[in-house]
């Protein structure tokens, strides 16, 4: 089973997931976003693709607790009470 | 005017801190029933600001305050690039593991990680071991939190007040609110002390850090290389990330899955924990670090752990004694769910299963009690001695258990295949691989990843080729997160 219920909302969260790993791997291997040139907002490159990919994995956190939240909430609550 | 000396400031701030804490000890005894899941788990009632601070406390331990910013000052923000990772990750298994853990331990009354293991796969000795492992994950490393916190009063004393007293003096505080008011008065510290560190870092340190350096384009002028990402051994990173990143499988963070009060604390807590771990925690430890190679340049290997203490020591000596007491509440917020988690492993684990399965609740409770007092005096006497054997458990134990557990958590929590012998080797395999590739680190890969790969070898290769749990035991796990997950009926 997946880990979470198969929805197309559930795999782009999945697939933002995929993506921040991969990068994060691929940034601390030196093959990706390692030098400081552009400064963005006044911080260099390396940091600010860090922390633009860990906000985008922020918000997917988020919103699978906004979007899957309800219904774990409603499906938890009806299985505690049945008798397996 | 009276002039107050540092080493008086320090036990004057340090001893207000510790008075609070002990008050909300005193509130936290008030409202505990003498139950085991009481006692040790709060009820399972905590809400979503205490469970999210309560987590957050404790995986922050005194290590975050000196040594990642020390990390960072050294390493630069490649250091930064691997926390934030591991920081991120965690919040994100709280989602995946977390979630599934509260409903196994809600429905079917579970205290302890060996609790689920045993009962999943049917097998006493997957919890005895399990239970073994938790221990060495916890208690030196409990020692060296001590250790650390003697340390730091000896330092900010200037050896006035002594390593053992400074020790015995946070031990006896840590073991009294324990005590009296387990995990309530645990998890409410924990908001205090959580609170108290992160506050002292984004408060305090981060604009005086930045203002004395002047920014980012002032360090990166006078030390480019600080903001080169990938300079991190890659080994090493992936042991951390899988360590730390996995951490909500040690058994005082996995304790912690079973506390929440609803679904949706547990969910929202998790949400929250996106937030403090990789930006509030994380990103405060990484500025600090990085920045203040331009204050205080040139520290080099783990004299650069004491850059705050030589920061204030510089700037400020009086807030010295903040300092103190900001380390002292990251490794008390450790140490205390530490002390109890343990407690409760040999209680229910050990004294419960195999000395005294008839015990009531209330023999259990005062069972628990009565081994955080023997904890509590135990840690301290280790303390004292600086043993070869405990550095390495406490450092190594964390890897150990996280590598051992993984396999036994995929079987009940994702994966009906595997059976009590996967399990059982995963745990042995990946326990024993992690520890036995401690001092050597084979290709410069950190033990902790020698760990899960060695465990997934012989996990995988057992679960195809051993029975499975029974049918039973599918269905009471995984037909539960059918239902409870997928809304499957």
Same mark, same amino acid.
Request: aromatic share 14%; glycine share 10%.
């Given at each position: 089973m997946?880990?979470?219920?198969?929805?197309?909302?559930?795999?782009?969260?999945?697939?933002?997931?995929?993506?921040?790993?991969?990068?994060?791997?691929?940034?601390?291997?030196?093959?990706?976003?390692?030098?400081?040139?552009?400064?963005?907002?006044?911080?260099?490159?390396?940091?600010?693709?860090?922390?633009?990919?860990?906000?985008?994995?922020?918000?997917?956190?988020?919103a699978?607790?906004?979007?899957?939240?309800?219904?774990?909430?409603?499906?938890?609550?009806?299985?505690?009470?049945e008798?397996? | 005017?009276?002039?107050?000396?540092?080493?008086?400031?320090?036990?004057?701030?340090?001893?207000?801190?510790?008075?609070?804490?002990?008050?909300?000890?005193?509130?936290?005894?008030?409202?505990?029933?003498?139950?085991?899941?009481?006692?040790?788990?709060?009820?399972?009632?905590?809400?979503t600001?205490?469970?999210?601070?309560?987590?957050?406390?404790?995986y922050a331990?005194?290590?975050?305050?000196?040594?990642?910013?020390?990390?960072?000052?050294?390493?630069?923000? %490649?250091?930064?690039?691997?926390?934030?990772?591991?920081?991120?990750? &965690?919040?994100?298994?709280?989602?995946?593991?977390?979630?599934?853990?509260?409903?196994?331990?809600?429905?079917?009354?579970?205290?302890?990680?060996?609790?689920?293991?045993?009962?999943?796969?049917?097998?006493?000795a997957?919890?005895?071991i399990?239970?073994?492992?938790?221990?060495?994950?916890?208690?030196?490393?409990m020692?060296?939190?001590?250790?650390?916190?003697g340390l730091?009063?000896?330092?900010?004393?200037?050896?006035?007040?002594?390593?053992?007293?400074?020790?015995?003096?946070?031990v006896?505080?840590?073991?009294?609110?324990?005590?009296?008011?387990?995990?309530?008065?645990?998890?409410?510290?924990?908001?205090?002390?959580?609170?108290?560190?992160?506050?002292?870092? &984004?408060?305090?340190?981060?604009?005086w850090?930045?203002?004395? %350096?002047?920014?980012?384009?002032?360090?990166a002028?006078?030390?480019?290389?600080?903001?080169q990402?990938?300079?991190?051994?890659?080994?090493?990173?992936?042991?951390?990330?899988?360590?730390?990143?996995?951490?909500?499988?040690?058994?005082?963070?996995?304790?912690?899955?079973?506390?929440?009060?609803?679904?949706?604390?547990?969910?929202?807590?998790a949400?929250?924990?996106?937030?403090?771990?990789?930006?509030?925690?994380?990103v405060?430890?990484?500025?600090?670090?990085?920045?203040?190679?331009?204050?205080?340049?040139?520290?080099?290997?783990?004299?650069?752990?004491?850059f705050?203490?030589?920061?204030?020591?510089?700037?400020?000596?009086?807030?010295?004694?903040?300092?103190?007491?900001?380390?002292?509440?990251?490794?008390?917020?450790?140490?205390? %769910?530490?002390?109890?988690?343990?407690?409760?492993?040999?209680?229910?684990?050990l004294?419960?299963?195999?000395?005294?399965?008839?015990a009531?609740?209330?023999?259990?409770?005062?069972?628990?009690?009565?081994?955080?007092?023997v904890?509590?005096?135990?840690? &301290?006497?280790?303390?004292?001695?600086?043993?070869?054997?405990l550095v390495?458990?406490?450092?190594?134990?964390?890897?150990?258990?996280?590598?051992?557990?993984?396999?036994?958590?995929?079987?009940?929590?994702?994966?009906?295949?595997p059976?009590?012998?996967?399990?059982?080797?995963?745990?042995?395999a990946g326990?024993?691989?992690?520890?036995?590739?401690?001092?050597?680190?084979?290709?410069?890969?950190?033990?902790?990843?020698?760990?899960?790969?060695?465990?997934?070898?012989?996990?995988?290769?057992?679960?195809?080729?051993?029975p499975p749990?029974?049918?039973?035991?599918?269905?009471?796990?995984?037909?539960?997160?059918s239902?409870?997950?997928?809304?499957?009926?």
């Amino acid at each position: 089973m997946p880990i979470l219920p198969r929805s197309p909302v559930n795999k782009a969260l999945a697939a933002i997931f995929a993506i921040w790993v991969i990068a994060m791997n691929l940034q601390a291997l030196g093959i990706i976003a390692t030098s400081l040139e552009p400064w963005i907002g006044g911080v260099p490159f390396s940091l600010f693709f860090m922390w633009a990919i860990t906000a985008l994995a922020t918000i997917a956190g988020i919103a699978t607790y906004a979007i899957w939240g309800k219904d774990f909430e409603r499906n938890a609550e009806k299985a505690l009470k049945e008798e397996m | 005017m009276v002039e107050i000396s540092v080493p008086l400031m320090v036990l004057i701030v340090v001893t207000v801190y510790i008075i609070a804490t002990l008050v909300i000890g005193y509130y936290g005894y008030k409202r505990t029933k003498l139950t085991p899941v009481d006692y040790f788990l709060g009820g399972r009632e905590l809400g979503t600001f205490v469970l999210a601070m309560t987590f957050i406390a404790t995986y922050a331990s005194m290590w975050t305050f000196m040594g990642a910013v020390g990390a960072n000052y050294r390493i630069g923000i %490649s250091f930064h690039q691997c926390m934030i990772t591991w920081n991120t990750l &965690w919040p994100l298994m709280l989602l995946v593991m977390g979630t599934r853990m509260w409903i196994l331990g809600k429905k079917y009354g579970y205290l302890t990680p060996s609790d689920m293991f045993s009962d999943y796969y049917d097998s006493k000795a997957i919890g005895v071991i399990a239970s073994i492992i938790g221990l060495i994950a916890l208690v030196p490393y409990m020692a060296i939190q001590l250790m650390g916190a003697g340390l730091a009063f000896e330092a900010a004393t200037g050896g006035a007040i002594p390593y053992w007293a400074g020790s015995l003096y946070v031990v006896i505080a840590i073991g009294i609110y324990t005590f009296i008011g387990g995990l309530r008065a645990v998890a409410w510290t924990d908001v205090l002390q959580g609170i108290f560190f992160l506050g002292f870092l &984004w408060a305090i340190m981060i604009p005086w850090v930045f203002s004395l %350096s002047g920014g980012p384009a002032a360090v990166a002028a006078a030390n480019p290389s600080i903001f080169q990402a990938g300079r991190y051994a890659y080994g090493q990173w992936l042991g951390f990330v899988l360590t730390w990143g996995l951490s909500p499988l040690l058994p005082h963070m996995l304790q912690r899955c079973f506390m929440a009060k609803s679904p949706k604390v547990i969910l929202k807590s998790a949400a929250l924990l996106f937030i403090l771990s990789a930006w509030i925690q994380s990103v405060s430890v990484a500025l600090t670090g990085s920045l203040g190679t331009v204050i205080i340049p040139g520290l080099k290997g783990v004299a650069a752990d004491q850059f705050i203490v030589m920061f204030m020591a510089k700037y400020s000596p009086i807030m010295g004694a903040v300092i103190v007491a900001g380390a002292l509440a990251a490794g008390m917020s450790t140490l205390d %769910s530490q002390l109890l988690s343990s407690s409760s492993l040999l209680t229910r684990d050990l004294y419960v299963k195999y000395v005294r399965p008839k015990a009531s609740e209330l023999e259990e409770a005062r069972i628990g009690q009565i081994f955080v007092l023997v904890i509590t005096a135990l840690m &301290w006497v280790l303390s004292l001695y600086s043993l070869a054997p405990l550095v390495v458990l406490g450092t190594a134990g964390a890897a150990i258990c996280v590598a051992g557990y993984f396999f036994p958590a995929i079987g009940c929590l994702f994966w009906p295949r595997p059976g009590k012998i996967a399990a059982l080797g995963g745990l042995l395999a990946g326990g024993a691989a992690a520890l036995a590739t401690f001092w050597t680190m084979p290709f410069g890969f950190h033990n902790a990843v020698w760990g899960f790969v060695v465990g997934g070898i012989v996990f995988l290769a057992l679960a195809f080729v051993t029975p499975p749990p029974s049918p039973e035991k599918q269905r009471k796990f995984h037909g539960l997160f059918s239902k409870a997950i997928y809304g499957i009926e």
